[in-house]
């Protein structure tokens, strides 16, 4: 509680001056602003400093004039040619990964267990580089088209999978590096981007190189000894 105590005659002013106000708000009510004392002017606010819009179609109507955007076309978007090439790979990426879940079906109905899951691993990894692909394009504005390949694939035996599968890796590498040759002088930043797909493509193609040689260690008519080369190295 507050121990503030107005002396009598302080009271008394307030008693005062709140009729004096009083007084002051019925003069208004009745005879306007001009018949108070000390109000020489009318209460109107100052007009504020709009433009006018003169036009002809304008009628007179305030216009506000805008900060210009940096949205919309003001955003940096990748080049016709950075496009292209990317979405070229797109497509060889959703091929190949298409490829692989056609093996891994094939392995699958073959009893190859281990190939059958190498061959799934392939398929999401190939899904992985794809969406690594349309991401970076959203990143820079782009709504990538998603190209039609072939997504059927029909096989003789395990051998044969390994031999196209390491035909797919070696042009898929070939193909990125052209296009990191072409992108290099007019889009360095994508060039730095497809960095990690040339590494991975050379690995993929190393990977299926071993997997070859170590086919030249086997018969590879023989189904026991392709069964003993899918336990040992996939």
Known sequence: MSNFKLKKSE???LNLNKKSINEAIEDIDNNGP?????IDTPLVDAPMDIPVDQTAGGA????????????GSNLRKLNPE?????????????????????AANWCRDANYKKATAFFEAEALTELGHAKGLMDYMVDFN??????VTDTNQRFMGLVEIIEKAYAIELDLMDKYNA???KLFASDLTTFDFLQVYRTGQKESVVEYNDLLNALELVDKNDKFQVLYFEQTYM
Do not use: Q, W
Request: hydrophobic fraction near 35%; proline fraction near 8%.
């Open 82 to 102: 950075t496009i292209g090439e990317l979405t070229a790979r797109l497509k060889d990426e959703y091929t190949a990964h298409y490829f692989y879940v056609n």
């Open 179 to 181: 296009s990191s040759a």
């Open 142 to 147: 782009i709504i990538p088209t998603i190209p």
């Open 34 to 38: 001009e018949g108070v004392d000390g």
């Open 11 to 13: 009271f008394m002013d």
């Open 60 to 71: 007179g109507v305030p216009t506000i004039e805008m900060e210009p955007s940096m949205g």
